[in-house]
């Protein structure tokens, strides 16, 4: 049988991921030789079918790094969600649901050994920095896309995974945000402004930059330092 590190950088493989009483569904894609693999914590009112998310994750696999794009809501939370918004502004819920998916990674055969790191989007970068504070060194590095790191509270002081925040450069009220939220980070950090984004990076050749950045960053950061 053809194990899923065999596999090419292009084949993804649907998953459930068990979490509690709920099962999230979620696509994992690892190329060959994976330097790591990066789990996405979505935005708000976002899935695993986020666009943006699918458009860096496939740079992130051509560029030798798995990943893990996956809900963190189930169908009937999401439906919830959908008429209140009261979750996707859960950071603690979202975090929670990040950790146990990368607890979920760990006790599989193929990705088991590899070193993690987390891209988080919009309230999925507060997600993504809770909950890499909350497991210490078995996350290595975060990226925050247009990111709220504010959200994130106390816990940024006990972050310790290399942490890059991209913002776009008219984007004014999230780099505020964002510029208070690197100053309380005491890890390996850069904020970087990307010129002519808006908060979706939907201008064109924006996301190509982010795609960039984020790669160089988790190729940079996420093997184990010698």
């Known amino acids: 049988m053809t194990s899923q590190a065999e596999k090419s950088s292009g084949a993804g493989r649907a ?6 009483a709920v099962r999230l ?40 790094i798995g990943t893990l794009l996956f809900d963190l809501l189930s169908l ?25 998916a990368t607890r979920w990674l760990r006790r599989q055969p193929d990705t088991g050994d590899l070193p993690f790191g987390y891209f988080g989007a919009s309230t999925g970068g507060a997600a993504a920095l809770v909950a890499a504070a ?38 004014e009220p999230v ?3 964002n510029q208070e939220a690197y100053a309380r980070l005491s890890c390996t950090k850069t904020l970087t402004i990307v010129p002519g984004a808006t908060h979706l990076f939907e201008e064109p050749g924006t996301l190509e930059v982010v795609a960039q950045h984020a790669a160089a960053w988790f190729r940079r950061h996420l093997p184990q330092p010698v």
């Open 15 to 20: 998953v459930e991921i068990p979490v509690g």
């Open 175 to 177: 780099i505020r945000m």
């Open 76 to 100: 009937d939370e999401e439906a919830v969600d959908a008429r209140t918004a009261e979750l996707r502004f859960d950071i603690g819920l979202l975090a929670g649901r990040l950790g146990e």
């Open 25 to 64: 569904a979620g696509e994992l894609t690892i190329p060959q030789g994976a330097a790591g693999i990066v789990l996405f914590a979505h935005g708000s009112g976002s899935s695993r079918h986020s666009p943006r998310n699918r458009f860096v994750a496939r740079f992130l696999c051509d560029a030798g």
């Open 134 to 171: 909350a497991l210490g060194d078995e996350v290595r590095a975060v990226v925050s896309r247009g990111g709220r790191p504010d959200l994130a509270g106390d816990a940024l002081e006990a972050v310790r995974a290399a942490t890059l925040l991209l913002v776009g450069g008219r984007d």
